[in-house]
DNA sequence: CATCGATGATAAGTATTTGCTTCATCAGCT
DNA sequence: AGCTGATGAAGCAAATACTTATCATCGATG
């Protein structure tokens, strides 16, 4: 699970962000102050830093130099800055600071997660961008996003490539409804309703896969779906 | 992917510059000091040569001239200079040094990238001189600046046509907005704005193309566009 | 300094995706 | 076989994403 450090003051910003990150597969931990911040770098070692401009000792503009120039001890540490308001735009995310990005308050949490997910694949730490091995007629090239079955390229939504991934990076797991829901960043559905299913059963009709005799997909009744490894 | 040395015995700012290229497909090199340097051309034989005037053992103006000097050796080897302050252009540039171009220092990374290209471009190196292959009725004379679709020359601004050459490079791959956006020098746009759309939208109105059953651009839904490279 | 073309912003109009409902079907059990 | 709860699939509707016309802005040009 991706560690996500936040450092921003604001206590009730921080909670909500940590609330929703957590339904996108994301444990945050806030720091209020820089120096909390920088220790908790050390400790935790997060996949990602969140930094608001505005901070109480220094200003994020002056965490963010920090963290760039000891990158022998904190590394390449992806940063996104939350700013106050539009402006600033290139000199946070250009050199000078060395942020990889930024996000002007306030801002959509949707947003936020798919920035997030734009940095980390940019820093080669995605799922979405690691390599995926062909499987049983399923070739997916992951930097151009495309998938093939049997040679013949596949025209996927979102939604169901991204089911795609996850199922082929763990072949012959079983996961249960929840899981995937949890697992699918945007999915967006209630508690108990059957929009994995729906989602499970169209990913099956472009693959040309039956529920009865399945070559990818298959059912374990009363848990969950499980994609097939190997002919065997 | 076009390979950058860097001579600059600022670790900090070499480092930043490494990561900024990389979003423009460009992979950078530093060397700290100018022997490395010299050693770094001969291995590496990069596209470009960032230099910086204040170096230790000899300054940039006397790399540069060496380099020249020895052309038998480096070849035509561009180089771009870095200077601390807005003073001694025309000396830097001029006859006198042979560099191609030089950069005030601080600077925006996006006036970087900009200089880079230029430079490559006038050394008929760059992308948008490279040969592009016809494909699909779309025939590319890069060395005028020539676009014909069906023997038919299409009149293209400078926006259109760097797309269209984006495209034709890497034919079949999805390129998000935001990553067009990054590798199109020039465009300015806001953050939440829909100037990628609108710029591939007039691009295909001049090819042409619709939207809907389109013979050139696809829209893939949910992530950006695809350039269609063969008909399959 | 007026004009024109290029380009970004905006918003109304479409299109597609996706979650939900419903109902037929199926697995597992007695 | 018959019952029960789980699953599959089709259709619908709301949400979301895309297209494009139009306007505003900016810079180049004369």
Redesign the pocket.
């Known amino acids: 699970m991706k560690q996500i450090l936040i450092i921003d003051d604001d206590e009730k910003l921080g909670e909500l962000l940590t609330q929703y990150l957590a339904r996108y597969e994301m444990q945050a931990h806030v720091a209020m102050t820089p120096s909390k911040g920088f220790e908790m770098i050390k400790k935790l070692k997060p996949d990602l830093l969140i930094l608001d401009v505005m901070l109480p000792e220094k200003d994020g503009f002056e965490v963010c130099r920090e963290i760039r120039a000891k990158s022998s001890i904190y590394g390449q540490l992806p940063i996104l800055m939350l700013t106050a308001h539009a402006e600033v735009t290139d000199r946070i995310v250009g050199l000078e600071l060395g942020a990889d990005d930024y996000l002007p308050k306030p801002f959509e949490p949707?947003e936020l997660v798919?920035r997030i997910h734009n940095i980390l694949r940019r820093s080669g730490d995605d799922a979405t961008l690691r390599e995926i091995k062909p499987i049983n007629g399923i070739d997916v090239d992951t930097s151009r996003r495309e998938v093939k079955l049997d040679e013949v390229v596949l025209?996927?939504?979102?939604?169901?490539?991204?089911l795609l991934i996850l199922f082929m990076q763990y072949p012959n797991k079983t996961f249960t409804?929840d899981e995937l829901m949890n697992r699918?960043r945007?999915?967006?559905?209630?508690?108990?309703?059957?929009?994995?299913?729906?989602?499970?059963?169209?990913l099956?009709?472009k693959l040309g896969d039956?529920?009865?005799t399945?070559r990818f997909?298959k059912?374990?009744?009363?848990?969950?779906?499980t994609f097939i490894g190997e002919q065997r």
Chains 1, 2 share one sequence.
Do not use: C, N, Q
């Not at 025209?155 to 991204?162: A, C």
């Open positions: 949707r798919a025209d996927l939504t979102t939604m169901e490539y991204e409804r699918l945007g999915i967006d559905a209630e508690l108990f309703s059957r929009a994995v299913d729906t989602l499970v059963s169209r099956r009709h039956t529920s009865k399945p997909i059912t374990v009744w009363g848990r969950g779906y």
